[in-house]
């Protein structure tokens, strides 16, 4: 057989459905329900035939600038990939040898096992206390960790880590930690200082344009670290990883950061809302700094009521395992979005 033995092994990781029908009340993803900024529009109507034909600018210099600026650093800190999930491949393959492992807390964002599988290295979890919360340490057994991919505000239970404890447990951590910000705007606070600082050596902050900017279509992240670092990320990147389309629609959605404040606030709002709602329901809802709640049903197993809402159309996600199978992911949706999904919770959990 001509495929690879780790690739014939791997289980591959699986997206939320993208259903095609327009009626679906779609909780599954943690996309952003409200328009991405109307200047993203302006430069999709006015962009210039003839820059499809050139390739764009392999290192994204307008883009770059304008995030070092927003950061209040330096364009060779700064890396921008093809979605953020292309961050977390490159990474993989710029700091990991091949007999050492990836580390990430556990449960988190699923993708990171698959990573080290695809990349054939070991992978490390950090169990999360039974509420989720993390006790500030990595695990870093054998084989080393040497990539320790933090989530913060996690996924999928939404808590959060002040960064004292994300500083202190990168001091001592002797390889990489990369703290995915994907949430980061939806939350009370972020790691970013520790990136920017002139005395970092290995803490890479990432963030998405996926979420608080409703640009999940576009594959636009980033992130921000020491200029070493991130010189290894474009040493292994491949020559146009961002394209001139999506370099031009994210530097416009850049320049309108309260745009994206404004869908923020409206999103924490309806889940402040969401969240008081189920536990009056008697659901057990973790505090949660994300765009979604990571909500434990009280009367049916979380099963049955995520098969019983899909069959009405509501797509939230449910994650089969010991630590996530009693609960429904709920990516926080309109107001309007919610109150189908409420209407519903009160028919089917009884
Ligand atoms: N990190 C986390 C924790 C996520 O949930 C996601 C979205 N699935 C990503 C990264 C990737 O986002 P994107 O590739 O759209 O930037």
């Given at each position: 057989m001509r495929i690879t033995q780790s690739v014939r092994n791997l289980t591959p990781y699986v997206p939320g459905e993208q259903p095609k029908d327009a009626h679906v009340v779609k909780l599954?993803?943690?996309?952003?329900?409200y328009l991405p900024s109307p200047k993203c529009a302006t430069v999709l109507r006015k962009f210039d035939l003839d820059r499809l034909r050139r390739y764009p600018d392999p290192v994204f210099t307008s883009l770059r600038a304008r995030i070092a600026d927003i950061w209040n650093t330096?364009?060779?800190r700064v890396f921008v990939g093809n979605g953020s999930d292309e961050i977390l491949t490159l990474a993989a393959r710029a700091f990991v040898e091949d007999d050492e492992a990836i580390g990430s807390l556990?449960?988190?964002?699923?993708l990171y096992m698959t990573l080290a599988a695809i990349r054939n290295v070991g992978y490390t979890p950090t169990p999360l206390k039974d509420d989720f919360?993390?006790?500030?340490?990595?695990?870093?057994?054998?084989?080393?960790?040497a990539l320790f991919l933090l989530t913060n505000p996690n996924a999928p239970t939404g808590t959060f880590s002040p960064i004292d404890k994300v500083a202190r447990a990168a001091r001592p951590f002797k390889g990489v930690m990369l703290v995915?910000?994907?949430?980061?705007?939806?939350?009370?606070?972020?790691?970013?200082p520790l990136a920017t600082a002139?005395?970092?050596r290995n803490v890479i902050v990432m963030r998405t344009l996926s979420k608080s900017f409703s640009l999940?279509?576009?594959?636009v992240g980033y992130c921000v670290g020491p200029a070493d670092l991130i010189e290894a990320l474009y040493k292994v990147k491949?020559?146009?990883?961002?394209?001139a389309v999506a370099q031009a629609v994210a530097l416009a959605a850049l320049n309108d950061l309260p745009w994206m404040r404004a869908n923020v606030a409206k999103v924490r709002k309806t889940r402040a809302r969401v969240a008081k709602a189920l536990a009056r329901r008697g659901w057990d809802v973790p505090v949660s700094e994300s765009n979604f709640l990571f909500a434990r049903p009280a009367h049916k197993p979380a099963k049955e009521i995520f098969e019983a809402l899909r069959d009405e159309h509501v797509y939230v996600r449910y994650f089969p395992g010991p630590?996530?199978?009693?609960?429904l992911r709920i990516t926080i949706g309109t107001d309007e979005q919610m109150d189908v999904f409420l209407a519903a919770v009160a028919r089917l959990d009884r």
């Amino acid at each position: 057989m001509r495929i690879t033995q780790s690739v014939r092994n791997l289980t591959p990781y699986v997206p939320g459905e993208q259903p095609k029908d327009a009626h679906v009340v779609k909780l599954n993803t943690n996309e952003n329900p409200y328009l991405p900024s109307p200047k993203c529009a302006t430069v999709l109507r006015k962009f210039d035939l003839d820059r499809l034909r050139r390739y764009p600018d392999p290192v994204f210099t307008s883009l770059r600038a304008r995030i070092a600026d927003i950061w209040n650093t330096t364009p060779d800190r700064v890396f921008v990939g093809n979605g953020s999930d292309e961050i977390l491949t490159l990474a993989a393959r710029a700091f990991v040898e091949d007999d050492e492992a990836i580390g990430s807390l556990s449960p988190s964002y699923s993708l990171y096992m698959t990573l080290a599988a695809i990349r054939n290295v070991g992978y490390t979890p950090t169990p999360l206390k039974d509420d989720f919360s993390w006790n500030g340490r990595i695990v870093t057994r054998n084989p080393r960790t040497a990539l320790f991919l933090l989530t913060n505000p996690n996924a999928p239970t939404g808590t959060f880590s002040p960064i004292d404890k994300v500083a202190r447990a990168a001091r001592p951590f002797k390889g990489v930690m990369l703290v995915d910000e994907a949430y980061a705007d939806f939350a009370n606070g972020n790691a970013m200082p520790l990136a920017t600082a002139t005395d970092n050596r290995n803490v890479i902050v990432m963030r998405t344009l996926s979420k608080s900017f409703s640009l999940a279509g576009l594959r636009v992240g980033y992130c921000v670290g020491p200029a070493d670092l991130i010189e290894a990320l474009y040493k292994v990147k491949d020559s146009y990883n961002a394209d001139a389309v999506a370099q031009a629609v994210a530097l416009a959605a850049l320049n309108d950061l309260p745009w994206m404040r404004a869908n923020v606030a409206k999103v924490r709002k309806t889940r402040a809302r969401v969240a008081k709602a189920l536990a009056r329901r008697g659901w057990d809802v973790p505090v949660s700094e994300s765009n979604f709640l990571f909500a434990r049903p009280a009367h049916k197993p979380a099963k049955e009521i995520f098969e019983a809402l899909r069959d009405e159309h509501v797509y939230v996600r449910y994650f089969p395992g010991p630590r996530t199978g009693d609960r429904l992911r709920i990516t926080i949706g309109t107001d309007e979005q919610m109150d189908v999904f409420l209407a519903a919770v009160a028919r089917l959990d009884r």
